[in-house]
């Protein structure tokens, strides 16, 4: 009985260890990391530089202009002309973007063909459903990131076409910037709520950086 339950015992150990073995060296798609208003590439860097020491081959990208100055579809070309000049035409890409970065990945996901691409999307305090606060600069991109603007619900309009990706959308409550924080909330994510204190945070926190390598490994 003895040898039995040893036999058992070194039948499951050679099971368990063959799947982790087999997590553990799954590929993983590149990820292109994308910023927010008024930022550049560098705001993503240490986010990037944390998914490279896991193993990820994680790129950043800056548009031009970043403050609002040109419409967040605009932006969005800038995105897929980045796309397709560094990756493979067939190759799956997983996106992560942060604040209105989570707008302009809509677009392109939604309306520049991004769904044929993207396999997990993450977005970081992303106005989903619009920010009060963009009612402080009147140009193109904040206009569009108003609660109600024609922008969000054209995107809002067929939201449901994101259902596919493993969408994964953080938020935090103390949000300052993203008025009322709960803007963030889309019903196609898994919303998962951080305690962070301030919206910069959101992409430069370690815990931050450890939860989306969590949601990058599903």
Not at 43 to 50: F, L
Not at 159 to 165: E, Y
């Amino acid at each position: 009985m003895n040898r039995r339950l040893f036999a058992l015992a070194v039948a499951l150990a050679t099971v368990f260890s063959a799947g982790v073995s087999a997590a553990e060296t799954a590929p993983r798609n590149p990820v292109l990391l994308i910023h927010g208003i008024k930022d550049d590439a560098r705001k993503m860097e240490p986010m990037a530089r944390h998914l490279r020491a896991q193993g990820w081959d994680a790129k950043t990208m800056s548009f031009r202009p970043s403050w609002g100055q040109k419409g967040l579809d605009v932006l969005a070309g800038q995105v897929a002309q980045f796309i397709a000049e560094n990756y493979a035409p067939d190759e799956k890409i997983d996106l992560v973007a942060f604040s209105m970065g989570g707008l302009v990945t809509r677009y392109y996901l939604q309306r520049l063909g991004g769904l044929d691409r993207v396999q997990r999307y993450v977005t970081l305090s992303t106005p989903h459903r619009g920010t009060l606060l963009a009612y402080f600069l009147p140009n193109d991109g904040c206009r569009q990131m108003r609660p109600g603007s024609a922008f969000l619900r054209d995107l809002a309009s067929d939201a449901h076409r994101l259902a596919p990706l493993d969408f994964t959308s953080f938020w935090t409550p103390l949000d300052t910037i993203i008025v009322p924080p709960r803007s963030s909330v889309i019903p196609q994510a898994r919303n998962e709520r951080m305690v962070i204190a301030a919206h910069p945070l959101m992409v430069w926190q370690p815990v931050m950086h450890r939860a989306v390598a969590t949601a990058l490994s599903r």
